[in-house]
């Protein structure tokens, strides 16, 4: 192989002759040609979208500056990165699937429009870290007021919506402590703690033998040193047990995470894993996400009132329509959100083996009791009987015996067992209503709006899904995950210039 044309060995090969060949490429510009540009503001299209997400932090900040006191007050000393730059980062690393704060202090260097969005500003990992961890008050007012933008606009309208949870792991490993491992270490620690104890009564007493002798004792204050620092280590360590042991008793939980106390231990496809019960509500205007919520109950039943309580409040009304899956249908708050007048819910019930084995059985008003669909009563035994956080009244089978379904009917040698709910009437209406195929059918629109936001987010989160730890702290980071998305969204229907035209005529701060 011949080259040629390589002038001063800084271009690269633009010119190669290969086998008598020549061959022309397009040649690379000189790295130390001084070039000139009108602005900054040429590095990035005028129809990109991290415009949008300038314009977006830029509006919200100048409506409302009371809402975002940070550093920088004082007229002395170095001066603070002020809180746009640093909203607008991480809304551009989170919709890029970029979390970690030293991550982002790299893109600071070699992404463009970073370097753009940013004004050329460099801020470090852990200026990038303190501020998600400390402020995250002025996340989840641009959180509020971005999802007031989408309502105002009508991308959000709240008439629909769907919801739906999702375990997402901790960040914290596996290994949780329980009272017995607890206990088990504060003996041992309190033990060792006794010994080191006497160790240092027994070198001070021979602290004192040495003095008398004049033969100093430089090498036993080393030691005692030792010891001590030994000892404060075991008090500390005490103290967090002791702390872990209270938070155990007082919470009533058969376990803890050391690295993060509010993570529950959870079921999820990994297996059981320290994690957050992660809630949405989807509109289904624009499959937005209307509110999210961090929770920390493993189960979803006893979380559907205050789900729509929550949405309600976020978009100003109740929804027409609540859609969600079986694990959400505890029927007594569906009454209670059923009660406004304007929402219907449709959430399957949950089947039960007894249900499915088809057995019917016929309350009978006028003598209150049951008959079950082999002929044979059920009279009351007892009144208030509190079940499922509901009252109810028992009845039990009094011709059970020589039954030829009994087997598949009760287990129990007294008879079958059956409780009448106090809202029965209004729980039989509920369950014929769902038979229904025009019901099936609106139940069956919710994976279609709920599967995506979280496929999309799990996809962003990666690996390691959570940085922070803390209920409140991991709230803030799905108020980024949810303002992140709901903004992709908004950029996949409207053009970017449709788009500025309306950030730029809303009149943000006002409610």
């Not at 003598?367 to 009252?391: D, P, T």
């Amino acid at each position: 192989m011949h080259v040629k044309g390589i002038p001063d060995g800084i271009y690269g090969i633009n010119y190669l002759e290969i086998a008598g060949v020549a061959m022309h490429f397009i040649p690379q510009q000189d790295r130390y040609q001084m070039t000139f540009m009108s602005s900054l503001d040429d590095l990035v299209p005028p129809d990109h979208p991290v415009r949008i997400i300038d314009a977006i932090v830029d509006s919200i900040l100048s409506a409302s500056p009371e809402k975002f006191r940070y550093k920088g007050q004082r007229q002395i000393g170095r001066r603070a990165y002020g809180p746009g730059t640093l909203l607008k980062f991480y809304l551009y690393g989170y919709l890029n699937g970029i979390s970690s704060s030293r991550k982002l202090e790299v893109e600071t260097y070699r992404n463009i429009e970073v370097i753009w969005l940013l004004g050329y500003l460099r801020p470090d990992h852990k200026t990038i870290s303190d501020y998600r961890k400390d402020y995250s008050n002025h996340i989840a007012f641009v959180t509020r007021e971005f999802r007031r933008f989408l309502k105002d606009k009508g991308y959000i309208k709240g008439q629909r919506v769907a919801i739906d949870g999702t375990k997402v792991k901790a960040n914290a490993n596996r290994d949780m402590l329980t009272m017995e491992k607890i206990q088990k270490r504060l003996k041992k620690v309190e033990s060792s703690l006794e010994g080191y104890l006497k160790q240092l009564e027994g070198n001070d007493a021979y602290d004192d033998i040495v003095d008398e002798h004049d033969l100093g004792s430089m090498e036993d204050e080393g030691t005692n040193k030792v010891l001590l620092d030994k000892i404060v280590q075991l008090q500390r360590e005490l103290e967090t047990l002791k702390d872990q042991e209270k938070i155990l008793q007082e919470s009533e939980r058969s376990s803890l995470s050391p690295a993060d106390p509010d993570a529950r231990l959870m079921k999820s496809q990994e297996g059981l894993i320290p994690a957050y019960n992660v809630q949405i509500v989807v509109d289904g205007e624009n499959k937005m996400i209307a509110a999210s919520e961090v929770r920390t109950e493993a189960n979803d039943l006893g979380l559907i009132k205050e789900m729509v309580d929550t949405v309600t409040e976020e978009t100003g009304r109740p929804p027409s329509e609540v859609l969600a899956d079986r694990g959400y249908c505890n029927v007594d708050q569906i009454e209670e959100v059923e009660k406004n007048g304007d929402t219907t819910c449709y959430i399957p019930e949950q089947e039960t083996s007894r249900t499915k084995e088809k057995l019917r059985f016929r309350y009978d008003g006028e003598k209150g009791e049951y008959v079950c669909s082999m002929g044979k009563r059920l009279v009351l035994i007892q009144r208030n009987k509190l079940k499922h956080n509901s009252l109810a009244d028992v009845y039990r089978g009094i011709e059970c015996k020589g039954c030829p379904i009994r087997s598949a009917c009760t287990r129990s040698r007294r008879g079958r067992i059956i409780h009448r709910y106090h809202n029965q009437v209004w729980r039989d209406a509920y369950r014929e209503r769902m038979k229904r195929n025009m019901s099936r059918a609106k139940a069956s629109l919710r994976k279609g709006m709920v599967e995506h936001p979280f496929g999309t987010m799990k996809y962003w989160m990666g690996m390691i899904p959570l940085l922070l730890r803390g209920r409140k702290k991991v709230q803030t980071e799905m108020n980024i995950y949810a303002t992140v998305y709901n903004l992709k969204r908004l950029m996949n229907i409207e053009p970017v210039e449709n788009l500025r035209e309306l950030i730029g005529n809303y009149e943000w701060g006002i409610a």
